[in-house]
Structure formats: structure tokens, C-alpha cells
């Protein structure tokens, strides 16, 4: 009895192969000009003030007016606090906080990639045991029928 399992991959297996993890630029507009440069043009304002040294700057910007909002009562200090320093300070701090989670979920994206190519592989080299195997039981089989008394 011939083994009647043929393997046939999953198209998909090759193609990820070729491809790798996804990054980043994967995503990026690739439709028209304006759309790349409005792309390009929001990462490296991002990218700038997206740094510590963005925010100590803003920081400092913020209290140049501090004197003004502190003489002006509690009414313009608890504006000021809430839409110039918070707003202008924080929005620096939370796009670095942004930037190191997102360096976080990259790196465990690429390793769940990497975990699912081992398994894959593992996977394969089960099929080619098992075959392996199937071979030895179609030859032990051939061998009892030849030796079968008739």
C-alpha cells in the first residue's frame, strides 16, 4: 500500500519567506508625490519633536510666560498650566514615550515572527519524519505480503 499523503505547502509559507517581518516603510504611501512627501515631511517633525530636548525646550518656552500668568491671578495660571505648559510640554513627552513602545511591539512583532519560522520549520521536519517513517512501514509491508505463505 502506497503512502497516500502528499505534503503541499501553503503557498503563504513561501511568500513570508520572501518577505520577511513587516517594517515600518512597509506602509508608507507609495501613490503620489504629495502623498510621500506629506509622509515624509510628518515623521521628521515628529522625529524632532518627538525628544526630550524638544520638551526641555518647550519647557523653557512655556515658562518665559509663567511671570505674566503668575501676576495675572489664578484664573490666567490655571490657563496657562493647562494650555501652554501641559499641552506644549507633555505632547514632546508622550511621542518619546510613543516612540519606545512602538520599538517595544517591533521588536516582539519580529520575535513572534521569528518564533512562528521555528515552529513552521519544526513542523516540516515532522512531516518529513513522518514520511520517513511511511516509507519503512510500505517497505515492512511489502516484505510481510512477499513473505505471506500462500
Keep these: 500500500m502506497p503512502n497516500s499523503f502528499i505534503h503541499v505547502p501553503h503557498p503563504h509559507i513561501h511568500a513570508?519567506?520572501?518577505?520577511g517581518p513587516p517594517k515600518t516603510e512597509d506602509v508608507m504611501p507609495r501613490d503620489s508625490a504629495a502623498n510621500r512627501f506629506n509622509t515624509f515631511l510628518a515623521l521628521k517633525i515628529t522625529k524632532g519633536v518627538g525628544t526630550m530636548w524638544c520638551a526641555y525646550a518647550f519647557a523653557a518656552l512655556a515658562l518665559i510666560s509663567l511671570p505674566d500668568a503668575v501676576h495675572a491671578g489664578r484664573s490666567a495660571l490655571v490657563s496657562w498650566i493647562a494650555q501652554t505648559f501641559l499641552?506644549?510640554?507633555l505632547l514632546s513627552i508622550i511621542i518619546v514615550g510613543q516612540k519606545v513602545d512602538g520599538a517595544a511591539s517591533d521588536k516582539?512583532?519580529?520575535e513572534t515572527y521569528n518564533d512562528a519560522e521555528a515552529v513552521l520549520h519544526e513542523a516540516?521536519?515532522?512531516q518529513e519524519h513522518l514520511a520517513a517513517q511511511d516509507?519503512?512501514?510500505d517497505e515492512l509491508i511489502g516484505e510481510?505480503?512477499?513473505?505471506?505463505?500462500a
Design 16 to 19: 513570508r519567506k520572501v518577505a
Design 108 to 110: 516582539r512583532a519580529i
Design 124 to 126: 516540516m521536519q515532522i
Design 144 to 149: 510481510l505480503r512477499r513473505a505471506k505463505p
Design 87 to 89: 499641552q506644549l510640554v
Design 135 to 137: 516509507r519503512v512501514l
